[in-house]
């Protein structure tokens, strides 16, 4: 299954602080107005006003929508937010005033009962004391009913109570936090939905214990997600059926690094691109993982003799992130894990890497990196936790600022195409003591390969790949550097394997300034998520 974005613009979701709600609901016209002290030396003076109108389908709106001007959106507006964000309840005639606004980014964002429209969010750069008028924002009508079919294999309602999460670009949009569960027919129902792109996921059949038995049956649930789920605009009731596949699961032991000591406690799971906001063992950590997960999301913990079932997977291959007792970051991870339906495919004994994963970005700043000091590059932005690099003219990207290992490492991440035609991630790095790029959209947008080698750009040497990237479409990208080979791959697809031997690497002169280690876009808005590197264990063969 493809993994795609639930919509093609990614923002950020963080918490809202430092203002408080006046709705005078006997006006017309809302007002808000914030409370937050002015900065030392600041006055009345320097704060906006911002005012305009929501209209949906040219129709007086009903109850229950409402805008809101936020730092950084968020996937759903509930009370306690709503008492610290400056957000009004919206009049019929979809008017409002903000005044007392400070200057800087400001999102502009409006919810249907407590659900971000994401369609319809507004960026907007707010100067000190400025009256912005006629501000127009025109969401999409929403679906009055929706209600989603989970069918078996041959096509049969699912007949098993499961729980599931809806989620936008930002996180789930279930009014209960703890899901939506199916009814006895496998429907689940949801009303006055924004309309948009969601994602679906199943919860599966996670195991209680930290090992379960090694015989999948037939009763499993997977925990599948299902990406780029589309809800129309509509009076009426929308049916979608989706089909839950037959589940599958993958067994194994996990020692620790001197090859002997159990890894007991450790958690196996799919690979997320997303980690939980309040820790490993908060109430929502599972969720937040699948929001960031590919075709499904399971983990499991290893038990005390070191061996463990994941159980609740997909057909297909997976990437299989380990963690650390308590620790919300991978420590490793196990590549192109194969799974079939109705059995428990072994991966055998895997040992605890010496070295780990250190995770590049934080989600919430640059902390690490600066911006490149590109001519024509467009301010960077963090939104909803992935580095947003607009499209400059030429160039926009990020170069890191800390040490980095010159050999013997290994790089991933997740990259997006969100607008533009040529490469939205060009990953300049070392090789020892010469500076190599791996270019993904390159030339026109459909070329992969290193820049350069012996004096050959990635579009005329002996790595160069014809790839037809989708736009609005993560992709998960692995760069590995040794003596011997510079190897890279795409998802699970392996694009580079060169021999290192009688080679010499360079760089386009272009991004000379994204060395030693650095990310760029050429004309092109790309998204970054899930920056991680590691050093190699050259004594083993490294997974």
């Keep these: 299954m493809q993994n795609r974005s639930a919509v093609g613009r990614q923002l950020s979701q963080t918490a809202l602080a430092g203002l408080t709600l006046l709705c005078f ?15 030392s030396g600041a006055s009345a003076k320097a704060a906006a006003t911002l005012q305009g109108h929501v209209e949906v389908a040219g129709q007086p709106l009903a109850k229950g929508w409402t805008v809101a001007l936020l730092p950084q959106p968020t996937a759903m507006l509930t009370p306690g937010r709503t008492r610290q964000s400056l957000a009004v309840p919206l009049p019929a005639d979809g008017k409002f005033v903000f005044k007392n606004v400070q200057a800087g980014p400001q999102y502009l964002c409006v919810f249907l009962d407590g659900r971000l429209d994401v369609d319809s969010v507004r960026r907007l750069t707010i100067e000190a004391g400025e009256t912005r008028n006629n501000l ?17 294999a041959v096509g049969k309602p699912f007949d098993k109570k499961v729980r599931t999460y809806l989620f936008n670009s930002f996180g789930a949009v279930d ?15 949801y009303g006055r939905l924004p309309a948009g792109h969601y994602d679906l996921w199943v919860e599966g059949s996670t195991p209680t214990t930290a090992v379960a038995n090694t015989t999948v049956t037939a009763n499993e649930v997977p925990g599948v997600i299902f990406n780029t789920v589309e809800v129309t605009s509509g009076q ?84 299989l992130d380990i963690r650390r007792p308590g620790e919300r970051a991978p420590w490793m991870t196990i590549p192109v894990v194969p799974v079939t339906q109705g059995e428990a495919m072994s991966i055998g004994s895997w040992t605890v890497a010496k070295n780990g994963w250190q995770m590049m970005f934080d989600g919430k ?38 040490d980095i290992p ?41 070329v ?23 736009s609005n479409r993560w992709y998960r990208v692995r760069l590995r550097v040794t003596k011997p080979k510079i190897e890279a791959w795409l998802d699970d697809e392996k694009i580079v394997d060169l021999d290192r031997q009688d080679k010499q690497f360079s760089i386009r002169i272009e991004v000379d300034e994204s060395k030693p280690f650095g990310i760029a876009t050429w004309r092109t808005t790309g998204a970054i998520r899930d920056i991680r590197i590691r050093r190699l264990d050259t004594s083993s063969t490294a997974p």
């Excluded at 609901?25 to 900065?39: E, K, N």
């Excluded at 009014?175 to 129902?189: E, R, S, Y």
């Excluded at 992969?448 to 989708?470: H, M, P, Q, R, Y």
């Design 175 to 189: 009014q209960n936090p703890a899901g939506t569960v199916a009814d006895a027919n496998g429907v689940l129902k």
């Design 25 to 39: 609901s006997q006006a017309r016209v809302c007002q808000a107005q914030t409370t937050t002290p002015q900065h």
């Design 236 to 319: 009426d009731t929308q049916r979608l059926d989706l089909t839950v596949p037959p589940a599958g699961a993958t067994q194994g032991t996990l020692q620790m690094a001197d090859g002997k000591t159990p890894a007991a406690g450790y958690t196996v799971a799919v690979r997320s691109a997303t980690l939980p906001q309040q820790g490993a063992n908060s109430a929502t950590a599972v969720t937040d993982y699948a929001r960031g997960a590919r075709a499904c999301y399971a983990q499991a913990k290893v038990g005390a003799d070191g061996s463990f079932v994941l159980h609740g997977l997909t057909k297909g291959t997976h990437e």
């Design 448 to 470: 992969a390969g290193l820049s350069s080698v012996n004096g050959l750009d990635a579009s005329e040497n002996e790595t160069t790949k014809g790839i037809s990237f989708e």
């Design 365 to 402: 700043t640059l902390n690490g990196w600066k911006e490149t000091d590109f001519v024509g590059r467009v301010p960077v932005r963090i939104e909803n936790g992935q580095v947003i690099l607009p499209m400059g003219n030429d160039m926009t990207g990020i170069t890191w600022t800390k």
């Design 136 to 152: 127009v924002i025109k969401p999409s009508a929403p679906r009055a009913d929706l209600e989603v079919h989970l069918l078996d």
């Design 406 to 446: 010159r050999i013997d490492y290994e790089v991933s991440l997740e990259a997006m195409r969100v607008e533009g035609h040529d490469f939205f991630c060009g990953l300049t790095f070392p090789v020892e003591e010469s500076p190599c790029s791996l270019i993904l959209g390159g030339w026109g947008g459909g």
